[in-house]
Each structure stands twice: as C-alpha cells, then as structure tokens.
C-alpha cells in the first residue's frame, strides 16, 4: 500500500515560515514529488516540484520564498515556505508520480492535504 504523509502546516503570522514534510512510503521509486495547494471552491494548483536528478520548478507567485528540495533515501520531500503572506494559506497536498514495483504501472498519488493559515 502507498502512503504519502504529510506534515508541517499551521498558522504563522505573514513574513513568518514554515517547513512542511511529506514521506512516501510503499514505493520503489519515484519520477517526481511536489506540493500543491487548494483554496475551497479553486482548483488544486502545483506550488513546487522537484524530479528525481533534483531538478526544481515553481510558480511564479512563490519563487524566491520557496524552496522544495528532498532526500531520496528517506523519499521524503519537503517544502521551505518563508515571507509567508496571506494569500498563501490553502490546504497542501504532497504529490509522488511513482512506481510500486512489478505488476504495477507509474501512477500519482496523493498525500492527504495539510492546512496552511497565514494571518497578517
């Protein structure tokens, strides 16, 4: 069984930080892990996503603020979010496009989502 399990979220105060984590269990290897983010009532939109050479991509509204980086022997990925504003409170759900290993194909999985409250 796959488990991605996050951790992390909170409330801060805006300019503060927070560091979320998200562990994968269940997997022999994955392409790519990243965090997206939801509002209610919007979409679910990627924030960061890192490859497994560590390759980086984030949207424009969080760079400079964020940065993913992971730890493969862990398959653990994690999100340094800092200057916190805002409009960056949503819920955060880690993403893995990983494999399970034989008889099973590449697929995405979730994490369960971890809230994220940025008061000002």
């Known amino acids: 069984q796959v488990r991605l399990v996050e951790s992390g979220g909170g409330l801060v105060q805006a300019e503060g930080s927070l560091r979320l984590s998200c562990t994968a269990s269940?997997?022999?290897?994955?392409?790519?892990m990243g965090w997206y983010r939801q509002t209610p009532g919007k979409q679910r939109d990627m924030v960061a996503h890192?490859?497994?050479?560590?390759?980086?991509n984030y949207t424009d509204s969080v760079k400079g603020r964020f940065t993913i980086s992971r730890d493969n022997a862990e398959n653990t990925v994690y999100l340094q979010m800092n200057s916190l504003k805002p409009e960056d409170t949503a819920v955060y759900y880690c993403?893995?496009?990983?494999?399970?290993?034989?008889?099973?194909?590449?697929?995405?999985?979730w994490g369960q989502g971890t809230q994220v409250t940025v008061f000002s």
């Open positions: 993403k893995a496009y990983a494999w399970r290993g034989p008889g099973y194909t590449w697929k995405d999985y």
């Open positions: 269940g997997i022999i290897s994955f392409n790519f």
């Open positions: 890192i490859t497994s050479d560590g390759s980086t």
